[in-house]
């Protein structure tokens, strides 16, 4: 995979993950770019299109939108699947995941999705798995919090 | 990040992270990192051998470090050393898998970065190993790598093959809930079972029978488990369930072996094609694309045309009609050739504007390929100049006359043709070029029937010529010389033509040549100098269609595969595989010939087989032939060079007096027929859209004061593709360079989809003047070039200054005005309807100030008003009476200068 957009119904992007080196600019162009193409396309459409050498596979999950580049030999349905089980970790994460969880918290987000991909490449596919890490993780940290009782770290609020 | 489970695992690491956390500023961080980097460098070096913690804790450093987007350029062959070991204890092997995981990946996102990091060795076959783990993560991370490595390496890695089809075959057997949690969906571990999938696709099929026998077992279970009745009606069980269906077809395919894979992979495909969900029947068009070019299941394929026609007229996606379009493509051989082509230029009277072109080239493909009879090849490619002319790029009609030129048994139909083509009233440029050049050369075939005796053909093409770009114009002055060879008979109306003075005289260089010369040649040669001199053109030498390259260079490799492999129709070697010359002519190879690939204008006929007087008249014909490239070139860089200075003075540089010598002027096109209409639109007002059609907008800003003004002319591109050698020129026709001088500004060459371009002009009026400026736009769209002149909106009332006066002062000076030529008068009918606030408005537009009480009948209105030149003022009054009982106007204008008088009254004479 070369990168995952998820941006909102009204074109906001809300998180963006890049598997290959790009400049600003660069990611810039090409966000405006595929917000634009999948916002203008109507619902019944296929999820698939041809962008550039590249392939797009997005799917709309209530306000989001998660969108995947993927190279010529990837495999479009199971990509839709890894989507899909984004959404449920994000989900059994906070509970119901909406919008707003992912605004807020947006450092979980990228922590659960750093260990269900890494460098692009599927690394856990078991829910049960990546939740065990991201709960030790959460561990670690709320440890480290009280190691140093530091007020300038960043305490993140606990979704559950 | 590696799972730390208990208080005291690796407490150096959680002390660094710690660390890191704490830190307060990004250099503080570097700081921290860089520290580290130094300890672990030295411990890793150094003599002592580090236990299994350490390295552990040292590599989880490393990881760190590297998940924060730091750069780490060593550590990974620990890190290799750690994946493989088999030392930990089971009670670590939680967190010790994924480390492994997280290894793996990290390694893979090394070897991308940097191959020559990464050196392969005894370690590959422990990587290999991993995928025998216990763990289903680690063997998912492993089979990413392998993937990746085992491309560039493909020896090093070959024992995967038995490993990854074992581990296939145990997931594929397994049952819907052996897996527990690597279960999606009542699949089991469709991500790994793709993966592996993926991974064999790297190999050829397996040597070993046995492992071969599992591999075949386990792709007829996949084929089998997608006809069972589906195990849960979620969306996401179809799809992790397909997605390793598809998968399994794309091995398949890869494999290309097994004739009986192929055919059921190929069913399955052709019920997907009529599947609800858009998905699997876009990908199932995609798959059979693949499919089509096998030996084994191109029949197959075959069997599903209909559906596959039904789907490029019915599917509301676009995205999966062009897969339609693709497929139907490549599923084309000679049987169905003829059913194919024609759906897809009914397809094309539809198609989106995007794929227009690739639709065309892939059109004039089949029609060459598989042309059994030529009359057919030259009906399909006129069709598509009819009803796409705009897509068919030059590689298309080249390549038309390039076999009609080589096959006497359709030249004679080729001729009859593009003669009944060219009857209609409005025809594409493209059908004028490819009749032009197949009537110069065949015209004599038809020229026994009255009804298109040679003066029928020579007028009917003639009819086109005003309105055709410079390059078609000069390929018709070549069809001209070239009938009066073939027609001594049109001699003498012909030799009028080149006579006349807008061709002798021409303003663009290349035409005034070429009727020059061919006037002179037909003035001066014999009729059998001229008859060898203009011989029907030599066979062209065989070649790959261009048109094919450049369909792949539009979709990259395999675009062409129909065309690729020639093994499923080993019999279509013989007249389609190319153009063969007839042995007579290999001997004569033409100088000409290279026609693909040259500029727009075909070179006149050269002489090949003539020894004597050819090689004299070659050089005259060269010399034309090779100046259009070199001509804008050194116009260009004067107005580049002389942008500061005075407005007129690039204009003087160009104004030439002997226009022939200079190698400058643009070869523009006539005006559109429109344009008059435009320009109307602007007389009254400075700002508006000035031109737009499909793919380009103009649009137009300016202002003027005294006799100098400035415009803003914005050129939009309408599509969503690039414009190429943009290039936006103002000329000057006939003297107005000594009246009106027009500075432009660079735009830049490329112009993108949806873009818009600003360019300034500054104008300065020098004398009063007539005509106005034409504006010419070029520029290569997909290919295809486009060339457009309008006349820019600058007209002689925009230097125009209004002036008070009392009424008094008013007709003192009209009287003064008494000369009959000073007075130029106009009585015409209303084409708005007459109301006098907008008349009142549009006399403002046109510049000249309205003078209250002056005329008795208040109906009335007067102006006045001084038209500022460099060299002289010109004085203007004006009255306007309308009469809106007989919906009439009369418009009076007087100034000192007659042809003054006159121009404005026209002028403004079509606002009202």
Redesign the interface.
Same mark, same amino acid.
């Given at each position: 995979m070369q990168f995952m957009l998820l941006f909102s119904r009204q074109g906001k992007l809300r998180l963006q993950k890049w598997y290959v080196p790009l400049s600003d600019k660069e990611k810039k162009k090409i966000t405006r770019e595929l917000v634009q193409t999948v916002l203008a396309r109507?619902p019944?459409?296929?999820?698939?299109?041809?962008w550039r050498?590249l392939k797009i596979v997005y799917k709309r999950y209530a306000s989001l939108y998660f969108c995947c580049a993927i190279e010529d030999?990837d495999?479009?349905?199971?990509t839709?699947?890894?989507i899909?089980?984004y959404v449920e970790l994000l989900d059994k994460y906070f509970g119901s995941v909406c919008e707003l969880d992912i605004i807020f918290n947006f450092e979980k987000a990228y922590f659960i999705l750093?260990?269900f991909l890494?460098?692009g490449?599927?690394?856990?596919?078991?829910?049960?798995?990546v939740l065990?890490?991201i709960e030790?993780?959460d561990l670690?940290q709320e440890?480290?919090e009280t190691?140093?009782h *530091?007020k *300038?770290?960043i305490g993140f609020k606990k979704a559950y | 990040m590696p799972a730390v489970s208990k208080g005291d695992g690796m407490r150096g690491l959680a002390v660094f992270i710690s660390d890191i956390r704490n830190c307060k500023s990004k250099e503080a961080e570097i700081k921290r990192i860089n520290k580290e980097l130094a300890n672990i460098r030295s411990k890793f070096k150094g003599d002592k051998a580090l236990d299994g913690y350490s390295k552990k804790k040292y590599v989880c450093k490393l990881l760190f470090i590297f998940l924060l987007g730091h750069d780490i350029d060593f550590g990974h062959m620990e890190a290799v050393n750690l994946l493989s070991s088999n030392k930990y204890t089971e009670k670590q092997i939680d967190s010790m898998d994924s480390v492994k995981q997280s290894a793996a990946l990290c390694l893979l996102r090394l070897y991308k970065a940097s191959p020559d990091l990464v050196p392969m060795g005894e370690w590959t076959a422990r990587v290999v190993h991993l995928l025998n783990d216990q763990h289903m993560g680690v063997v998912t991370a492993a089979v990413s790598l392998i993937t990746c490595l085992c491309k560039k390496n493909p020896d090093d890695f070959k024992t995967c093959i038995s490993l990854a089809v074992s581990r296939l075959s145990r997931i594929v057997s397994s049952a819907s809930t052996d897996l527990q949690d690597y279960t999606y969906y009542f699949v089991p571990a469709p991500w790994l079972s793709v993966k592996l999938l993926r991974l064999l696709q790297c190999y050829p099929p397996p040597e070993d029978a046995a492992v071969k026998g599992r591999l075949v077992e386990c792709l007829e279970t996949v084929l089998n488990k997608a006809q069972e009745p589906p195990k849960s009606k979620k969306v996401q069980h179809s799809n992790a369930k397909n997605a390793i269906l598809f998968e399994t077809i794309s091995l398949i395919i890869h494999y290309d072996s097994e004739p009986n894979l192929l055919v059921r992979a190929c069913n399955q495909l052709g019920q997907f094609l009529q599947h609800r969900e858009t998905n699997l029947r876009y990908l199932a068009l995609e798959s059979m694309c693949t499919l089509a070019s096998s030996e084994f299941s191109h029949e197959a394929v075959k069997t599903h045309i209909d559906t596959v026609i039904n789907a490029l007229k019915t599917e509301r996606d676009v995205s999966v009609r062009q897969r339609a379009a693709d497929l139907l493509y490549a599923m084309c051989d000679r049987s169905n050739a003829k059913q194919i082509v024609s759906e897809m230029l009914r397809y094309l009277e539809t198609a989106d504007y995007a794929i227009r072109e690739e639709i065309v080239l892939k059109v004039a493909i089949l029609a060459e390929k598989y042309a059994v009879d030529y009359s057919w090849y030259v009906d399909t490619i006129l069709n598509l100049i009819r009803i796409a002319g705009d897509y068919v790029s030059e590689e298309v009609w080249y390549r038309v006359l390039q076999i009609v030129t080589n096959r006497d048994d359709v030249q004679g139909y080729a001729a009859k043709t593009v003669f009944e083509a060219l009857q209609a009233p409005a025809c594409h440029e493209n059908m004028v070029k490819v009749g032009g050049y197949i009537l110069g050369e065949f015209g004599n075939l038809i020229a026994g029937d009255p009804r298109s005796s040679p003066p029928v053909q020579f007028s009917l093409l003639h009819s086109k010529f005003h309105l055709c770009s410079v390059a078609t114009r000069a390929l018709l002055l070549s069809t001209y010389i070239k009938f009066i060879n073939l027609f001594p008979e049109t001699k003498a109306t012909i030799q009028a033509v080149l006579r006349a003075g807008s061709q002798l005289r021409n303003a663009d260089v290349e035409l005034q040549q070429r009727a020059v010369e061919y006037l002179t040649l037909s003035s001066v040669a014999s009729t059998d100098v001229l008859a060898t001199v203009l011989e029907e053109m030599p066979p062209f030498p065989e070649r790959e269609s261009s048109i094919l390259a450049k369909l792949k260079r539009k979709k990259g490799p395999g675009a062409g595969s129909a065309l690729d492999d020639g093994r499923r129709d080993p019999s279509s070697n013989d007249i389609n595989g190319g153009v063969e010359p007839t042995p007579s002519t290999v001997s004569t190879p033409s100088p000409s010939a290279d026609l693909l690939g040259l500029r727009a204008a075909p070179p006149p006929a050269a002489p090949p087989a003539s020894a004597g007087a050819g090689n004299l008249l070659v050089d005259v014909f060269d010399g034309p032939a090779a100046q259009p490239s070199l001509g804008p070139t050194p116009e260009e860089a004067f107005l580049s060079e002389l942008e500061p200075p005075a407005p007129e003075s690039p204009m003087a540089l160009l104004a030439d007096p002997a226009p022939a010598a200079d190698p400058g002027p643009e070869d523009i096109g006539p005006p559109i027929p429109e344009a008059d209409e435009l320009l109307n639109k602007f007389v009254c007002k400075n700002n508006g859209v000035l031109f737009e059609n499909q793919l380009l907008q103009i649009g137009v800003k300016s202002e003027f004061r005294q006799n100098l003004g400035r415009m803003y002319l914005f050129y939009g591109n309408k599509t969503s593709v690039q414009f190429q050698n943009f290039s936006p020129t103002v000329v000057h026709p006939g003297d107005l360079q000594t009246q009106l001088a027009v500075q432009t500004k660079r735009v830049a060459a490329q112009v993108d989809g949806g873009a818009q371009v600003q360019q300034v002009l500054n104008i300065e009026c020098l004398r009063d003047f007539l005509t106005p400026p034409l504006l010419s736009v070029r520029f290569r769209y997909g290919g295809a070039p486009q060339a457009l002149t309008l006349k820019l909106p600058v007209t002689i009332n925009k230097f125009f200054q209004p002036t008070e006066m009392a009424a008094q002062d008013f007709f003192q000076r009209w009287k003064q005005l008494s000369l009959p030529q000073q007075e130029a008068q106009k009585i015409f009918k209303a084409n708005h309807p007459m109301d006098a606030e907008v008349t009142k408005a549009k006399l403002l537009g046109f510049g000249s100030a309205l003078l209250d009480n002056v005329d008795p009948n208040p109906e009335n209105f007067v102006g006045a008003g001084i038209i500022q030149t460099k060299a002289l003022q010109v004085g203007c009054l004006l009255r306007l009476e309308p009469n809106a009982q007989a919906q009439m106007y009369r418009l009076t204008l007087r100034t000192s200068k007659e042809p003054v008088s006159r121009h404005l009254c026209e002028l403004l004479a079509q606002q009202f």
């Open positions: 109507k019944k459409m296929c999820s698939f299109l041809e050498d030999q495999n479009e349905l199971i839709l699947e890894i899909h089980r750093d260990e890494l460098g490449e599927v690394q856990e596919t078991s829910k049960k798995n065990k890490a030790q993780a670690l440890k480290t190691m140093y *530091s *300038s770290f | -």
